[in-house]
Every structure is written in C-alpha cells, then in structure tokens.
C-alpha cells in the first residue's frame, strides 16, 4: 500500500501563509490523481483540492489555496494564503478516488496539524 507523509504544518496568524509538503512511498507518477485533505474540530474529513495526472486542478476551498507537485522531488504541495481560523485543521494527502466516498479510503497518513491563531 502507498505511504502518505505529510509536514509543514504549524501555527500561524491569520491572515499569513503557509505551505505543505506530502511525499509518498511511490512515484507519484504512478498515482491518478492525488489531493489534499482536511479534517476540522469537530467536523468530517473533507476534500481541499485535487491534482491529476494531466494537471487538471479542483478546488474545494477556492481563491486561498494552491496545490501543486514537483515530480522531481515526488511532493505534492499545498500553498496556503490569507488563512483564517475556520483553516484550523489537520491536512493530509491522499490519492484522490472520485467515486470512493472519503470514509471508506484507507491508509491515512498522519497528516500535519495547522492552527490559525493570533
């Protein structure tokens, strides 16, 4: 099974940016289509933004957030702008599966955690 890794989190003003990584355990060439995802206080695991392999983007969150990757390095990146604390959150990545409901994917990783906070 692909590993998931991602790091960058942290606490950061509202207002300011932020920028996370994932790596995985395979080429992310191999994979279809990747995503970023989140899960807020008290609420489901929700999808940010998704990446496939033609390039083609959706975001969840729109105007703040940008995802990207870097085949070179095999990361996927999540840029993220203007943040406010409903961003307060925990991020993964995943393969993103468009037919799977997010409660039946498996092997998360252990995401990182991001506070907006002043």
């Known amino acids: 099974q692909v590993q998931f890794v991602e790091s960058g989190g942290g606490l950061v003003p509202p207002g300011g940016s932020l920028r996370l990584s994932c790596t995985t355990s395979?080429?992310?060439?191999?994979?279809?289509?990747m995503g970023w995802f989140r899960q807020r206080p008290g609420r489901q695991r929700e999808v940010v933004a998704t990446?496939?392999?033609?390039?083609r983007i959706n975001y969840e969150v729109p105007g703040r957030f940008t995802i990207s990757r870097d085949l070179a390095k095999n990361t996927l990146y999540l840029q993220m702008d203007q943040v406010t604390p409903d961003d307060t959150a925990v991020y993964y990545c995943?393969?993103?599966?468009?037919?799977?409901?997010?409660?039946?994917?498996?092997?998360w990783g252990q995401g990182t955690k991001v506070t907006v906070s002043s």
């Open positions: 995943h393969e993103f599966l468009p037919l799977t409901p997010l409660g039946d994917y498996r092997d």
């Open positions: 395979t080429d992310i060439r191999r994979i279809y289509a």
């Open positions: 990446l496939n392999d033609s390039g």
